[in-house]
């Protein structure tokens, strides 16, 4: 009857897995499309161009910003 009940050290392993799935593919879908509607408003107008690779770079920067937050909460979860 051990195998019904999932220890605590389980649960928080599949937390930690959860997060990192989530916490890695989210970002990476949300960074490719960024990129994809900067460089086609770049191909519609390319004169501001400057204008919207400022705004891409700082939007991936965040996207990737939300990947390291989930990468520091799973090595916490992992190792307290």
């Known amino acids: 009857m051990v195998h019904e009940v999932m220890d605590a050290e ?8 959860g997060i990192m799935a989530i ?10 499309l960024i990129g994809s509607k900067s460089v086609e408003s770049i191909g519609r ?11 891409m770079i700082l939007c991936v920067a965040f996207a990737e910003a ?9 090595l ?5």
């Open 10 to 17: 389980v649960v928080k392993l599949w937390a930690i897995a």
């Open 23 to 32: 916490g890695t593919i989210m970002p990476a879908f949300a960074i490719a």
């Open 45 to 55: 107008n390319p004169e501001a161009a400057s204008k919207v690779q400022t705004a």
């Open 66 to 74: 939300i990947a390291i937050y989930c990468l520091v909460i799973s």
């Open 76 to 80: 916490i979860l992992k190792f307290v």
